[in-house]
């Protein structure tokens, strides 16, 4: 099948920039002695999974979603951690999946959540595995790796005969905002130094701590020492997009997903090419805006996924993608024909890929070898 037989817009996978991808995380993350739990909150599939095991070094998997949980427990895979605070309304369904096979680790980052789990698991019966959130960068969700709520909520899940103290669980996503190598390799330290100190603190106080657990695909890629770490979760290395290539830890090559569209026509008078991928198709995340190179919605490349010119969509509507110079160098009237099939690398893969619910996978020579099913939902 050739993908001119495809109907616009579809969910292109490289196959062979996404074998090359986990090959080099994989290799990275072995040769300092780690091991990876690859995050798949970005593919959703089955499929990608098994490339991702088939390329070696991994343990289990992290998802971000109970759905993503449900259905990779259904496709065999029962090492699952879920990497989103937990919340009182899923206490339920956690027991359910366990219940059905699931060797399921939640998190949490708080005493007060730490006290809610332990009463429901005394009063239900049901016995859950916690990893305590660590916040090293202030990003986002966390506990003070540094702080004493990291012993309280130690102690209080530790003290719960229902509950199993596991271990703590960083997510460096302020890496997103480093713009050099340098700050890169210092966020990936300091992901793992901070880690690794809480890790202590809680052995010293007598409580459990087998797991030490980091992970973002820039300081995945970035990190030069694992002492102290027991896996490494980063996800969106296994395909890339244009936010990873603006902060230099891969390049417009390595990018192994894109949305495949078809040029419908024209307006002469404003320079513009129309595509039928709008919003729909690429969503609405413009993450490359604050970087150097604003990628507007998406990057425009031509049929076999070479960067045609500056070309991006500029702008989005549902169903149609606004193609026009970013610099204003070249003019997309001179370089399309009504027709013409193009590819959109995303700003992030992640995003663009929730979009669809199946990949087309293409082989090195363009030809289409497969079709892969993802899940979605919560």
């Known amino acids: 099948m050739s993908i001119n037989e495809i109907v616009t817009p579809c969910l292109l996978l490289d196959r062979a920039a996404m074998r090359s991808n986990i090959r080099r995380m994989s290799e990275h993350i072995g040769g300092l002695g780690g091991v990876l739990r690859p995050h798949v909150k970005t593919c959703k599939s089955i499929d990608v999974l098994n490339e991702i095991v088939a390329g070696g070094n991994t343990r289990g998997i992290t998802v971000s979603t109970l759905g993503e949980a449900d259905y990779f427990l259904k496709n065999g895979i029962?090492?699952?951690?879920?990497?989103?605070?937990?919340?009182?309304?899923?206490?339920?369904p956690v027991a359910d999946l366990s219940a059905r096979g699931a060797d399921l680790r939640i998190i949490l980052d708080s005493c007060e959540m730490a006290e809610r789990l332990a009463t429901y698991a005394a009063l239900k019966g049901y016995h859950y595995r916690v990893l305590i959130e660590l916040d090293t960068d202030g990003h986002r969700s966390g506990v003070d790796p540094?702080?004493?709520?990291?012993?309280?909520?130690?102690?209080?899940?530790?003290?719960?005969?229902?509950?199993?103290?596991?271990?703590?669980l960083t997510h460096a996503g302020e890496s997103y905002a480093c713009r050099s190598q340098e700050a890169l390799v210092a966020m990936a330290r300091q992901e793992r130094d901070r880690s690794v100190a809480a890790a202590e603190r809680l052995r010293a106080d007598g409580l459990?701590?087998?797991?030490?657990?980091?992970?973002?695909?820039?300081?995945?890629?970035?990190?030069?020492?694992?002492?102290?770490?027991?896996?490494?979760?980063?996800?969106?290395?296994?395909?890339?997009?244009?936010?990873?290539?603006?902060?230099?830890?891969?390049s417009l090559d390595d990018i192994a997903v894109s949305v495949l569209a078809s040029v419908t026509g024209f307006q002469a008078d404003r320079d513009w090419a129309i595509i039928d991928a709008g919003w729909m198709a690429m969503s609405r995340d413009r993450g490359t805006q604050s970087q150097e190179?604003?990628?507007?919605?998406?990057?425009?490349?031509?049929?076999?996924?070479?960067?045609?010119?500056?070309?991006?969509?500029?702008?989005?509507?549902?169903?149609?993608?606004?193609?026009?110079?970013?610099?204003?160098?070249?003019?997309?009237?001179?370089?399309?024909?009504?027709?013409?099939?193009?590819?959109?690398?995303p700003n992030h893969a992640c995003a663009t890929a929730a979009q669809f619910d199946h990949y087309v996978v293409v082989a090195a020579d363009g030809t289409v070898c497969g079709r892969w099913d993802r899940t979605g939902g919560w």
Do not use: W
């Open 78 to 92: 029962t090492d699952i951690t879920y990497a989103v605070g937990i919340a009182p309304n899923k206490f339920g």
């Open 146 to 168: 540094r702080g004493d709520e990291l012993l309280r909520i130690g102690r209080c899940l530790h003290e719960s005969a229902k509950i199993e103290l596991v271990g703590v």
């Open 208 to 250: 459990p701590c087998p797991v030490v657990s980091i992970g973002s695909t820039p300081t995945a890629l970035a990190v030069d020492d694992l002492a102290g770490i027991t896996e490494v979760r980063p996800g969106v290395y296994v395909f890339f997009d244009l936010v990873m290539a603006g902060l230099g830890v891969c």
């Open 293 to 345: 190179i604003d990628y507007g919605y998406g990057l425009i490349a031509d049929r076999h996924g070479a960067p045609i010119a500056d070309l991006v969509i500029g702008d989005a509507n549902q169903e149609h993608g606004i193609v026009r110079s970013r610099q204003g160098a070249t003019s997309p009237l001179s370089v399309m024909n009504l027709g013409d099939l193009v590819r959109v690398l």
